[in-house]
T-cell receptor, first 113, second 112 residues
Framework: SQTIHQWPATLVQPVGSPLSLECTVE??????LYWYRQAAGRGLQLLFY??????ISSEVPQNLSASRPQDRQFILSSKKLLLSDSGFYLC????????????FGPGTRLTVL | AQSVSQHNHHVILSEAASLELGCNYS??????LFWYVQYPGQHLQLLLK??????LVKGIKGFEAEFIKSKFSFNLRKPSVQWSDTAEYFC??????????FGSGTRLSIRP
């Protein structure tokens, strides 16, 4: 069966510091991968998605970037964190079959001070 | 651009009350529709989905949703809620093979 991992689970970082959040998927190959940010009252905002290694689509311009160095690895990064980057970050995987849903990881709670 | 609207931000009900959470989407083409639920401290998980056929979809835990194409709606219903239904509920639409767009969520609180 497929599983999705995210780490770290929680992170407290000072403003201006770099960020690297990692997401890995097991039990499937060539998945679509997604990064979302969940903020109270604002739902899930799609940040990036990837349909293959090295292929990244950005949904909103911002202080973050994403990379997919391996088939089942998806990384969310920032060179300099802003206070507004605080939030709950969710990774998800899915397939290109329209009838299939996405499966979510446990999330990372990021607090920027 | 595709979007999903959930107009109820916070709903408070007593146990055994009936539930209906609204969801409207904006997209003129073929869509797949989903309801996800996030129980306190748990992962987001799928409640039900619609992709074709019968517009009335049955999900887990007694939930159902009806796809009304003419109204661009996919409202979630449950005839009698329980305290354990306390959670946040997200409607989502898939308009392409790659992307699922989520609504802002509805927080459901059930009074025991």
């Amino acid at each position: 069966s497929q599983t999705i991992h995210q780490w770290p689970a929680t992170l407290v970082q000072p403003v201006g510091s770099p960020l690297s959040l990692e997401c890995t998927v097991e039990g499937t190959s060539n998945p679509n991968l997604y990064w979302y940010r969940q903020a109270a009252g604002r739902g899930l905002q799609l940040l990036f998605y990837s349909v293959g290694i090295g292929q990244i689509s950005s949904e909103v311009p911002q202080n973050l970037s994403a990379s997919r160095p391996q088939d089942r690895q998806f990384i969310l990064s920032s060179k300099k964190l802003l206070l507004s980057d605080s939030g709950f970050y969710l990774c998800a995987w899915g397939t290109s079959n329209r009838n299939n849903e996405q499966f979510f990881g446990p999330g990372t709670r990021l607090t920027v001070l | 651009a595709q979007s999903v609207s959930q107009h109820n931000h916070h709903v408070i009900l007593s146990e055994a009350a009936s539930l209906e959470l609204g969801c409207n989407y904006s997209y003129g083409g073929t869509v797949n529709l989903f309801w996800y639920v996030q129980y306190p401290g748990q992962h987001l998980q799928l409640l039900l989905k619609y992709f074709s056929g019968d517009p009335l979809v049955k999900g887990i835990k007694g939930f159902e949703a009806e796809f009304i194409k003419s109204k661009f709606s996919f409202n979630l219903r449950k005839p009698s809620v329980q305290w354990s239904d306390t959670a946040e509920y997200f409607c989502a639409v898939r308009s392409s093979a790659s992307k699922i767009i989520f609504g802002s969520g509805t927080r459901l609180s059930i009074r025991p």
